[in-house]
């Protein structure tokens, strides 16, 4: 049996939670409710990092709800996007523990590029690499349920990539 702490289990619990909603907002093929339902799943991710004493992690991820929701409302703001950027390098610096704290910071960078001026399969296969450096971070913090969940939306996003390249194929007769 794993000898977990209370904020542990928790924590765990909460990764499990951030699975289903993130899987959710992956399946979708429409831009406005992939990131919609993504910001009740990083709400999930923030409190789990912070329930593992993941300061960095928790730190970027609640500057990416805020990332979420300004992204839905001015795609593509130069502006807006320099200005999350920002916040995301200031909450990095200030949380700051060691190296491996720069995985969730490039997590935070590239999210945001991908967020702000990407859309359809491009913004996708950037969050696909954003994915891969949560995989990382869940991994050397030990949330069972964070890394799942990351793992899954890594295989949804991709299986939906092949989905939206599928309908742009021109059709053959």
């Known amino acids: 049996m794993l000898n977990l702490t209370p904020f542990e289990l928790t924590g765990q619990i909460v990764g499990v939670l951030a699975l289903i909603l993130c899987v959710v907002a992956f399946s979708s093929k429409d831009d406005d409710r992939l990131m919609a339902v993504l910001i009740l799943g990083n709400i999930a991710f923030a409190t789990q990092f912070a329930l593992f004493g993941a300061w960095t992690a928790s730190g970027v991820t609640t500057v990416i709800i805020l990332r979420l929701i300004l992204a839905r409302r001015m795609p593509g703001s130069w502006k807006a996007m320099l200005t999350i950027l920002a916040a995301t390098v200031c909450v990095a610096a200030l949380t700051w523990s060691g190296p491996l704290d720069a995985i969730p910071l490039v997590a935070g960078i590239l999210g945001t590029y991908a967020m702000f001026m990407l859309r359809g399969i491009q913004m996708r296969?950037?969050?696909?690499?954003?994915?891969?450096?949560?995989?990382?971070?869940?991994?050397?913090i030990g949330s069972v349920g964070a890394l799942a969940a990351e793992v899954f939306i890594l295989v949804t996003n991709l299986l939906t990539i092949a989905r939206i390249a599928r309908s742009q194929a021109p059709r053959t007769t």
């Open 125 to 140: 296969l950037t969050m696909a690499l954003v994915s891969l450096c949560w995989i990382m971070t869940n991994l050397l």
